[in-house]
């Protein structure tokens, strides 16, 4: 990746002091210091309850001083790349792990998962004759929603490295917002490695990174007013492109309050319940200046789902002359326990997803934009299947996500030609398209 231009020495960021976010206002006279603070102001969930607010306060402080992880002129470069992939002239591939840990988070890792995803960017490039944009699941991911508060053993539910330890003892469980901390500084440094990365040709080219919005104290931390779109907004420090998740994308909620703000990508996971209305309630909200590649829409609806569920979403927003970016997250709703008790996915539930996201694009006339993965570069036995994949018996050898199940890096190779496969019998006419 090129060398960034560095933020403007302009003040702590938001998180104690509002005072950088105040500035032009927007049309219904609010700057966006009174924005955020409304936003803050609503209902998150998600959220972990810390035992001493005090210190979690002094934490936040300290976070709204410390450096940026990613550069404003990169964020802007990644706006431009995708607006290509929702005109149809370009395709987005995000992967990596499910959640950073601590553990994992090494150079050896980071090398692995950033080798994996240049090589199925590869592949997708060379077949479809387009250019791929990658964002990695990278600097940042250390934030997991969970369904249940308590785990079968009582104690508080893991929820990512950021808030607590997977080990499982209640003092490890307790949050601890000094995590905060810990995962800005990893961030930071593997920031450095994906740059550089970037510069020796490892990774073909620009890698941007992505996670999840989540821990709103920590979201909060990095943001700086953005002037230069059609509305005054905020940019995050924190990651080039942020998703807000299913469990958090309560309309009235804060996390959705708080995406509308940040001028950096938006992704918007979207399960089966969604409905037409629905989505396009979200996209007038996230995109109301219908920006291309302002938004993406992840759609984890289950193989079994996708032919039926899709389609009049995607005529709902098209219908609205949005320019979103429709993008398939085949993972999370083919999520299954295996009889051994781990959680599972099985490669053939993974691909009819995908060909099902296809076949939907292929009848409407869009553009199948991308996907969404969970995927790693180490020798994994998470996913069962692929040729010579792992069967259910083969789980417990390598299985060690912090959280849910990921593709290994033979089983990415070969998803990567099949969606290839795919994507060449769903394009139209590419004569025109610049090389």
């Known amino acids: 990746m090129r060398q960034p231009t560095r933020w403007p020495a302009c003040g702590p960021a938001?998180?104690?002091?509002?005072?950088?976010?105040?500035?032009?206002?927007?049309?219904?006279?609010?700057?966006?210091?009174?924005?955020?603070?409304?936003?803050?102001?609503?209902?998150?969930?998600?959220?972990?309850?810390?035992?001493?607010?005090?210190?979690?306060?002094?934490?936040?402080?300290?976070?709204?001083?410390?450096?940026?992880?990613?550069?404003?002129?990169?964020?802007?470069?990644?706006?431009?790349?995708?607006?290509?992939?929702?005109?149809?002239?370009?395709?987005?591939?995000?992967?990596?792990?499910?959640?950073?840990?601590?553990?994992?988070?090494?150079?050896?890792?980071?090398?692995a998962n950033l080798?994996?995803?240049?090589?199925?960017?590869d592949v997708?490039?060379?077949?479809?004759?387009?250019?791929?944009?990658?964002?990695?699941?990278m600097a940042g991911q250390y934030a997991k929603p969970r369904s249940r508060d308590v785990d079968d053993q009582g104690l508080p539910a893991y929820r990512?490295?950021?808030?607590?330890?997977?080990?499982?003892?209640?003092?490890a469980r307790t949050p601890d917002p000094g995590r905060m901390l810990r995962v800005h500084a990893e961030a930071v440094r593997?920031?450095?490695?994906?740059?550089?990365?970037?510069?020796?040709?490892?990774?073909?080219g620009d890698v941007y990174v992505s996670h999840e919005a989540l821990l709103l104290d920590y979201e909060r931390s990095s943001l700086r007013p953005d002037t230069?779109?059609?509305?005054?907004?905020?940019?995050?420090?924190?990651?080039?492109?942020?998703?807000?998740?299913?469990?958090?994308?309560?309309?009235?909620?804060?996390?959705?309050?708080?995406?509308?703000?940040?001028?950096?990508p938006i992704g918007l996971k979207i399960g089966p319940t969604t409905t037409p209305e629905q989505a396009a309630a979200y996209v007038r909200r996230l995109d109301p200046h219908a920006e291309p590649g302002r938004l993406t829409l992840i759609s984890r609806m289950g193989?079994?789902?996708?032919?039926?569920?899709?389609?009049?979403?995607?005529?709902?927003?098209?219908?609205?002359?949005?320019?979103?970016?429709?993008?398939?997250?085949?993972?999370?709703?083919?999520t299954y326990t295996s009889a051994g008790g781990l959680k599972t996915r099985r490669w053939d539930a993974i691909t009819d997803e995908i060909a099902g996201f296809f076949d939907v694009h292929r009848m409407?006339?869009?553009h199948p934009g991308g996907l969404h993965l969970e995927v790693t570069g180490d020798p994994v036995t998470e996913c069962v299947g692929g040729t010579g994949g792992p069967t259910e018996s083969d789980l417990p050898g390598r299985y060690r996500t912090a959280c849910d199940p990921r593709l290994n890096a033979d089983q990415a190779r070969e998803l990567a030609h099949v969606v290839a496969a795919l994507a060449v019998g769903a394009a139209p006419d590419r004569k025109d398209v610049p090389r």
């Open 115 to 121: 080798r994996t995803l240049a090589e199925m960017a």
């Open 364 to 366: 409407l006339g869009t």
């Open 228 to 264: 230069d779109g059609p509305e005054p907004r905020l940019t995050s420090g924190l990651g080039h492109f942020l998703w807000i998740g299913e469990r958090t994308r309560r309309p009235d909620g804060a996390h959705i309050a708080f995406a509308e703000l940040l001028s950096n």
């Open 14 to 111: 938001l998180a104690q002091d509002p005072a950088p976010a105040h500035g032009p206002a927007d049309r219904t006279g609010r700057t966006p210091a009174d924005r955020l603070a409304d936003a803050l102001a609503r209902p998150a969930a998600q959220q972990p309850h810390w035992p001493d607010p005090v210190r979690a306060g002094r934490i936040r402080a300290l976070l709204s001083r410390a450096e940026p992880i990613v550069a404003p002129d990169e964020t802007a470069r990644l706006r431009h790349e995708l607006a290509a992939v929702a005109r149809g002239e370009a395709f987005l591939l995000q992967g990596g792990d499910c959640a950073e840990s601590f553990a994992e988070n090494t150079p050896a890792h980071q090398r």
């Open 124 to 137: 997708l490039a060379r077949r479809t004759r387009l250019p791929v944009v990658k964002v990695a699941r």
């Open 160 to 171: 990512g490295d950021m808030v607590n330890s997977a080990e499982p003892t209640r003092a």
């Open 303 to 334: 193989c079994a789902r996708v032919r039926d569920v899709l389609p009049p979403i995607v005529e709902k927003v098209t219908a609205d002359g949005h320019q979103v970016i429709w993008q398939c997250d085949p993972m999370h709703g083919n």
């Open 190 to 204: 593997t920031m450095a490695l994906v740059r550089a990365l970037g510069r020796d040709g490892t990774t073909g």
